[in-house]
């Protein structure tokens, strides 16, 4: 196993006086692909989005346990620089309302880069990184929301890489797209995990098998909260799993 | 079935009977406040009422100039307090405040919209002009354009408040999570996509504040002094000209309409037309603003 990137000790998530995940502790490593699944609301996309701390956005969320960003504790993290290190894309594409270019160069520029040439140098590299550069350099200046729904998501992904995070959380990234499009999605997630540590929720049973090395399925009761049943390689996991339910939910029993 | 049919029909006469009258009313006002302007144009002449400066009734001379200074002046003064105000209380709302703070907030500016005009302008009366008074400057009186642009403003930020907030809140949610996600902070995350992302509604909302604006009568005659003089500063300080006493195109109409005959009243309605044609400039401009805005 790689050295850990992502570290969760006893982590549970309440809204209010909702229990959303309970006690959730896993180890991922760094420079792997690791795939959350699970039915709906078993609470894998607010697990998720705990990595960049984007619960902090709903009022009456709390938190237990700790969450570990190589080896540092990510709630004691000032939230904005967490996020430079933890890039996410989400479940639709979103764009902004700006041209290609300066939605890559979002990122650096909050970050002050003003440096043009510096910027140039990102937003090429940071299209190539998400495999979009040759279908649109020439057309730098267009808006994000002229490209089609597999593009947007490309582009989303390299505004992510243009921060330069260590770490890129995917909620979904291929659910509103078709079939070719989410391919072209899954062959970059391969080639992105060289250099990243990637976390990937889906629904998606052939998408986890085909782009993760974990597998972390979650599951719940009536009482609704989340929890990890099992959590192991993925290969082991699609051909072995120990959890009666883990093996139902695979082969598609319910779900 | 058939009756169903039946009511269907009959139910789509009724809502263009209500959407043809309200057409037709404002047709009636067009053709009653240009027929009843006619008068003033032909004998006065287009050049003796816009350019010039001197309106005295009695003597025949119809000048609205001075008054179509007032009116922009007063409205433009009005939208440089009022607007940043306005702006900064509709993110506040819409971004900043807890829910409780903003429940709070929200209605009190709602209630500045309910207060009646005449209202606002005794509050100008009373509180505002003896403050201005003091100013210590020849020939100031506490009532004029600076006073007026005061209480405009106040007057003007309900609506940008409220207009603006709505449009901020139609922001979709997935922009305010990207920038974040990217290291923005709330403040970048505002100014760089949430404001821009909102800016027809922004546009939308400064229209609505400057046609309230410039369409203000009763509060302006209670607090900007009515004297018909071209605005220029009291003394060597071009500042006081902001004290200097005016009057607005809706203001004349206003004070005159009472006891004014013949071509002096033909007169005023002349000078509602050329109000009239003012705010459909300012409105154009505006649409063409924002139209231009959206392309690049």
């Known amino acids: 196993m790689n050295s850990i990137k992502i570290e969760t000790i006893h982590y549970s998530l309440n809204y209010g006086n909702f ?65 430079q290190r933890v890039g996410m894309v989400f479940q639709k594409p979103n764009p902004f309302p700006k041209s290609i270019y300066d939605n890559v160069a979002y990122g650096p520029r909050v970050n002050g880069l003003k440096d043009h040439k510096k910027l140039d140098e990102i937003v090429e590299r940071s299209l190539r990184g998400a495999a979009l550069w040759d279908e649109v350099k020439d057309n730098l200046n267009k808006s994000g929301l002229a490209l089609s729904g597999g593009q947007q998501q490309r582009l989303c992904i390299a505004r992510a890489l243009a921060v330069e995070p260590s770490v890129i959380l995917m909620d979904e990234p291929a659910a509103s797209l078709d079939p070719i499009a989410t391919l072209r999605i899954e062959d970059l997630i391969r080639m992105l995990v060289e250099n990243y540590t990637i976390v990937i929720v889906t629904h998606n049973m052939q998408q986890a098998g085909r782009v993760s090395d974990y597998t972390a399925f979650f599951f719940t009761d009536e009482t609704r909260t989340g929890r990890l049943v099992e959590y192991d390689r993925t290969q082991v996991i699609f051909t072995n799993p120990k959890d009666k339910r883990t093996e139902d939910y695979i082969t598609g029993r319910f779900g | 079935m058939q009756r169903r049919y039946r009511i269907d029909k009959g139910i789509k006469y009724l809502l263009f009977f209500s959407a ?3 057409i037709i009313i404002v047709f009636l006002i067009f053709f009653f406040i240009f027929q009843s302007s006619l008068p003033a144009f032909q004998q006065i002449g287009l050049r003796n009422i816009l350019l010039e400066t001197t309106w005295r009734p009695t003597n025949g001379q119809y000048g609205i100039l001075a008054m179509i200074v007032g009116s922009v002046m007063v409205t433009f003064m009005a939208i440089v307090m009022g607007v940043p105000l306005a702006l900064g209380a509709a993110i506040f709302l819409a971004e900043v405040a807890p829910r409780a703070v903003q429940n709070v907030f929200r209605s009190a500016i709602q209630l500045l919209a309910g207060i009646p005009s005449v209202v606002y302008g005794l509050f100008g009366m009373v ?11 020849p020939g100031n009186s506490g009532y004029g354009l600076l006073s007026a642009a005061i209480v405009l403003a106040v007057m003007i930020l309900p609506t940008i408040t409220s207009v603006t907030e709505d449009a901020l809140r139609a922001v979709p949610r997935s922009y305010k999570e990207a920038s974040l996600a990217l290291g ?28 309230r604006a410039i369409g203000e009568t009763m509060a302006m005659i209670m607090v900007i002094g009515n004297s018909v003089i071209m605005p220029t500063p009291l003394t060597d300080n071009p500042l006081t000209i902001f004290l200097r006493q005016a009057r607005t195109l809706t203001g004349n109409i206003a004070v005159e309409i009472n006891y004014a005959t013949g071509l002096h009243e033909s007169m005023l ?16 401009s505006a649409h063409l603003i924002l139209r231009n805005g959206e392309r690049s």
Request: hydrophobic residues 50%.
């Open chain 2, 184 to 211: 923005a902070t709330h403040w970048q995350t505002i100014i760089h996509v949430m404001i821009p992302a909102a800016k027809s509604g922004i546009i939308a909302a400064l229209i609505l504040g400057v046609g």
């Open chain 1, 19 to 83: 229990r959303a995940i309970e006690d959730i502790s896993i180890k991922i490593p760094e420079k792997q692909v690791t795939a959350l699944i699970g039915p709906s609301g078993c609470g894998k996309s607010t697990f998720l989005r705990s990595f960049n701390r984007m619960n902090d956005l709903i009022p009456g969320v709390t938190t237990e346990g700790e969450i570990l960003l190589d080896g540092e504790d990510i709630f004691k993290m000032d939230p904005v620089s967490l996020r």
């Open chain 2, 269 to 284: 309605f002349a000078t509602g037309v050329v109000l009239f044609i003012l705010i459909m400039i300012i409105n154009a």
């Open chain 2, 127 to 137: 509180v505002l002009v003896p403050i201005v008074r003091r100013i210590p400057v």
């Open chain 2, 20 to 22: 043809i009258v309200s």
